[in-house]
């Protein structure tokens, strides 16, 4: 699962282009794991025998090692298209993953092109970002520091929870084995990041083949305070769900993230209702830095 920047502000009244840099990361990796809604689908026809528990603790423990290793694997870059949804806006970018960092282009609004003006001013805004090198300096440190925290979440998962075997199920793409995670008693989370998994429970789903986790959800099941109350609040009874997939010879990407959130963030209370689509990718140039990235989203290659 790679680490990525996700934008969880509020939808901005006008939809005209929006900036890769506003971005409110203060939640993000929170709310990453607050996983959540329905059961993965009906119990597969077929299938082989259940797992030993050995077995399943074992697949479990595999398949969060590998997405610890592939989130900390950035030599593979690809470009895509995002589309996201939130209650009042719906935005579509063509956006390149980078050395240093992501660049990104505004396509559709509300899933219509945009009008000159708009073009116009996406342009600029690229022009602008291709001669200042500074600039992209700062986004790539936030992205790192954002990774950073998220991290923190993916190590801790192996010892966070009790993972209990729930039998075969058939995915999009075959058989899958289902878990479903509750809080285990006695684990002291070590900083704010890891704290929120003290409150959550759902299900995983892991591909045995490949032995990756395909699906994850959750829910918060009860407030959780960060910092004695003052940093933020996150209210129970949100959730989360995160579908990723192999997108070309075996790289693996979220392709839905839907999220329905509420809390708080230095005493303002904050909504995040989105939902995010990922597609049409396809491998960049290893080490591509982000004016080649720049000048392809600028050339419409």
């Not at 592939?70 to 298209?81: E, P, T």
């Not at 935005?91 to 945009?114: F, H, Q, Y």
């Not at 045995?208 to 699906?215: E, K, Y």
């Not at 209210?235 to 979220?254: F, K, L, P, T, Y």
Request: overall charge negative.
């Amino acid at each position: 699962m790679r680490i990525r920047e996700r934008k969880l502000s509020s939808p901005r009244q006008r939809a005209g282009p929006a900036k890769l840099d506003d971005v409110q990361p203060q939640f993000r990796v929170l709310l990453l794991l607050a996983w959540a809604i329905p059961a993965m689908g009906q119990p597969a026809s077929g299938m082989d025998e259940d797992l030993t528990p050995a077995q399943g603790q074992a697949l479990v423990e595999t398949a969060l090692a590998n997405e610890l290793r592939a989130a900390q694997d950035g030599s593979h870059l690809m470009r895509y298209r995002l589309r996201k949804t939130s209650p009042r806006l719906t935005t579509t970018k063509d956006i390149c993953e980078t050395k240093d960092g992501d660049v990104a282009r505004l396509v559709s609004t509300n899933d219509r092109p945009l009008n000159d003006a708009d073009e116009q001013q996406e342009v600029a805004r690229l022009e602008e970002l291709l001669g200042d090198p500074g600039k992209q300096r700062k986004r790539k440190q936030a992205e790192d520091t954002d990774a950073g925290r998220a991290l923190k979440v993916l190590r801790a998962l192996p010892e966070a929870f009790n993972y209990q075997y729930e039998g075969a199920a058939e995915g999009p793409e075959g058989k899958v084995e289902k878990f479903s995670f509750r809080p285990k008693h006695g684990f002291s989370p070590p900083d704010l990041e890891t704290q929120v998994l003290t409150a959550m429970a759902g299900e995983i789903a892991i591909d045995p083949a490949h032995q990756r986790v395909v699906r994850l959800e959750g829910h918060v099941q009860q407030d959780v305070d960060f910092g004695w109350g003052i940093l933020g609040r996150l209210n129970h009874g949100g959730w989360i769900v995160i579908e990723q997939a192999d997108v070309s010879e075996g790289q693996w990407r979220i392709v839905h993230f839907q999220m329905a959130m509420s809390g708080r963030v230095f005493f303002k209370s904050r909504t995040f209702d989105t939902m995010e689509e990922e597609s049409q990718f396809a491998p960049l140039p290893a080490g591509e830095d982000y004016r080649a990235a720049i000048h392809t989203l600028l050339g419409g290659q």
